[in-house]
């Protein structure tokens, strides 16, 4: 077995050396406030090539590139709509991924061989120290999947991360802790190639959010844009996720606080509001395949705002079930 480094004192020196390490064409398993990512060097093909074989990814689904300031913006992205960089001046760095038309940087191995890229900023002080080291050495951008295998729960560990990837990952790559995400849930995607701003994947920047910005509904109209986190069967446990049902004994169980543990079932997180339980669905759902539950039984937040994130991913967790 190979397994990336484990970095748990990012000092400057240990960033520095990352970056070096990305740009050499590297992987770096990077901190974010939404979840753990898996980054490669955003314009070298045969490091994101191995993006896509840590991970068992279909090579035509579309990563999204980190960069460290709106500032980098035009050099990933042509025809911005001004709504765009509204957003981005309201919520980067932050949950936020925009899908806009792509420039010349961005080429058909990082964008799966669509006409546009997906960006995003993200608020973690490691990332974007690591942003910032990987820029003064000439690096253009990050880009970075979910560090999970293809269609399983993302981590929001280094330690998660190691569970997932260690396996599939060289000697020299490299795993940076930064302690657990604070969000929790990925980050929302908004395409803003059309007239009106489109959500393709919610998280914790949410409709309310992106009208109050840019002063503009947003577009419920089907898109054609590929989401891979949009397919079903994905962001799913070992075990089988059962959703607002009577869980039998033996189930895993996750609720909010207010609710009552029920009868014979192991409580696997108490949260005490929607944020809270954004934050440990994951490592819930992963401490039930650590303890070879075959079932957990959840029961989901209502209401608006990051609850609509929650709800969609385990939509897809639990196969409708
Ligand atoms: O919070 C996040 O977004 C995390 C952290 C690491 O930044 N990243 C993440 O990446 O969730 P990933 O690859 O697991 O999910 C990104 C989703 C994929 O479903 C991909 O299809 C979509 O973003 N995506 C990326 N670029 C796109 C594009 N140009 N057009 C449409 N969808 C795009
Ligand atoms: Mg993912």
């Known amino acids: 077995m190979t397994s990336g480094e484990f970095v748990s004192n990012c000092t400057a020196d240990a960033l520095s050396s990352a970056a070096q390490l990305l740009k050499a064409g590297g992987l ?3 901190p974010t406030e939404t979840v753990y990512g898996l980054g490669a060097d955003a314009t070298n093909k045969d490091a994101v090539s191995r993006i896509y074989k840590v991970k068992g990814r279909p090579a035509d689904h579309p990563l999204i590139v980190h960069i460290h300031s709106m500032q980098s913006l035009g050099e990933w992205a042509d025809e911005i709509p001004s709504y ?3 957003l981005a001046r309201d919520f980067w760095p932050g949950p936020m991924t925009l899908v806009l038309k792509r420039s ?19 608020d973690h002080v490691v990332a974007l120290a690591l942003l910032s080291a990987f820029e003064n050495i000439g690096g253009k951008g990050i880009a970075a999947p979910s560090a999970n295998r293809f269609g399983h729960v993302s981590p929001t560990t280094a330690h998660a991360v190691q569970d997932e990837l260690g396996d599939f990952l060289d000697a020299t790559d490299l795993i940076l802790d930064g302690g657990p995400s604070s969000v929790g849930v990925e980050s929302t ?36 844009i590929r989401v891979s986190g949009s397919l079903e069967n994905h962001y799913a446990p070992e075990a089988k996720v059962y959703l607002d049902q009577i869980p039998n004994v ?4 996750i609720a909010l606080e207010e609710i009552a543990t029920p ?8 949260p005490k509001d929607n944020d809270e339980f954004a934050r440990v669905l994951y490592s819930a759902l992963r401490s039930a395949d ?3 539950l075959s079932r ?7 209401g608006d705002g990051i609850a609509i994130a929650i709800r969609d991913r385990l939509e897809r967790a639990s196969h409708g079930r």
Request: hydrophobic share 40%; glycine share 12%; charged share 15%.
């Open 189 to 224: 995607i908004i395409d803003c190639t059309g007239e009106l701003p489109h959500i393709l994947r919610p998280g914790a920047i949410t409709t309310a959010m992106i009208t109050g910005s840019t002063g503009l509904i947003v577009s419920e109209e089907k898109s054609t």
């Open 296 to 302: 957990i039984t959840i029961l989901q937040p209502l």
């Open 290 to 292: 650590t303890q070879k």
């Open 84 to 86: 765009a960089i509204s």
């Open 263 to 270: 009868r014979g079932v192991i409580r696997l997180a108490s």
């Open 28 to 30: 770096v398993a990077l």
């Open 250 to 253: 033996g189930d895993g169980f």
């Open 104 to 122: 010349m940087l961005a080429e058909d191995f990082v964008t799966g061989g669509q006409p546009t890229v997906g960006l995003r900023v993200p």
